[in-house]
């Protein structure tokens, strides 16, 4: 006869195989997402922020940008549209 001891988890202690929630308690995590702003969506910062100065070329026209400068543009705007994703879900709840 085998006996079977039970185990009594907390919540959290209960390992979480969903993926899915994995990823969405990433995407709502505010220091995540502020530390990829203040790092990846500003850097490099000297003379002056990569995003900033890519816009101010999409604002002056865009030319003589190519593929590569607009894959930077969403490179460096993604922490962007992530923080405003998480402003949008947040407010969203409060209602």
Do not use: Q, Y
Request: hydrophobic share 55%; with cysteine; charged share 20%.
């Amino acid at each position: 006869m085998v006996l079977k001891k039970s185990v009594t988890l907390s919540a959290a202690e209960v390992p979480t195989n969903n993926k899915k929630t994995i990823s969405m308690e990433l995407l709502n995590n505010w220091r995540l997402i502020l530390l990829l702003c203040l790092t990846l969506g500003l850097a490099p910062f000297f003379p002056e922020p990569h995003i900033w100065g890519k816009i101010k070329w999409i604002a002056g026209g865009a030319v003589g940008m190519k593929a590569a400068d607009w894959f930077d543009v969403l490179f460096h705007g993604i922490p962007f549209l992530l923080l405003l994703r998480l402003l949008i879900v947040k407010l969203k709840k409060s209602k």
